[in-house]
T-cell receptor
Framework: GNSVTQMEGPVTLSEEAFLTINCTYTATGYPSLFWYVQYPGEGLQLLLKATKADDKGSNKGFEATYRKETTSFHLEKGSVQVSDSAVYFCALSGSDTGGFKTIFGAGTRLFVKA | DSGVTQTPKHLITATGQRVTLRCSPRSGDLSVYWYQQSLDQGLQFLIQYYNGEERAKGNILERFSAQQFPDLHSELNLSSLELGDSALYFC?????????????????FGSGTRLTVV
């Protein structure tokens, strides 16, 4: 079945550092890919998405490119801020055994130090 | 405010008890999804409803049940509670069936109900 694997955390960075959170997936067909962010004490929020190969999703300085050849959707940001400290979830929506499903990765916690 | 409303925000109850969690989806959304988030198991899909009908089941225990009412709000019922049921329970909604939109719209999540079983 479909699966999403993202890098284990926590990731600790200093303010203004470059961020990469790796996400790879296994899926049949052409799934849609998402990044969600969960700030402390809150629910998940959709951060960005890409629905076909080579699409780049972007929002709030974050970017991720749908790479079908490497089955990846890595999240990047050029200069992180303390306010970016949160848990980031990679997710996939697509056809799978038992029907159409959205599945989430395990989440990667990011700490940004001032 | 995401538009998805969950109540209560916090719930503390004893083992063996039964609780009901409530979710009102974002206006216009017909699909409701329930997730359980615990520290050691991440985000686990429980169940999905679309326009009042159950559409998909995940890792939902037999002690748990849910329904979606004609006004589209949903309730998750947890019974015979155990210590291990302590977790955050999230509701999410989407416009329609994810298959029709290729999942393109994503989900809108509520802020969750934190359940503590003592």
């Amino acid at each position: 079945g479909n699966s999403v694997t993202q890098m284990e955390g926590p990731v600790t960075l200093s303010e203004e550092a470059f961020l990469t959170i790796n996400c790879t997936y296994t899926a049949t067909g052409y799934p849609s890919l998402f990044w969600y962010v969960q700030y402390p004490g809150e629910g998940l929020q959709l951060l960005l998405k890409a629905t076909k190969a080579d699409d780049k999703g972007s929002n709030k300085g974050f970017e991720a490119t749908y790479r079908k050849e490497t089955t990846s959707f890595h999240l990047e940001k050029g200069s992180v801020q303390v306010s970016d400290s949160a848990v980031y979830f990679c997710a996939l929506s697509g056809s799978d055994t038992g029907g159409f499903k959205t599945i989430f990765g395990a989440g990667t916690r990011l700490f940004v130090k001032a | 405010d995401s538009g998805v409303t969950q109540t209560p925000k916090h719930l503390i109850t004893a083992t063996g008890q039964r609780v009901t969690l409530r979710c009102s989806p974002r206006s216009g959304d017909l699909s409701v999804y329930w997730y359980q988030q615990s520290l050691d198991q991440g985000l686990q899909f429980l169940i999905q409803y679309y326009n009042g009908e159950e559409r998909a089941k995940g890792n939902i225990l037999e002690r748990f049940s849910a329904q979606q009412f004609p006004d589209l709000h949903s309730e998750l019922n947890l019974s015979s509670l155990e210590l291990g049921d302590s977790a955050l329970y999230f509701c999410a909604s989407s416009v329609g069936l994810q298959r029709e939109s290729k999942g393109g719209g994503g989900y809108t999540f509520g802020s969750g109900t934190r359940l503590t079983v003592v």
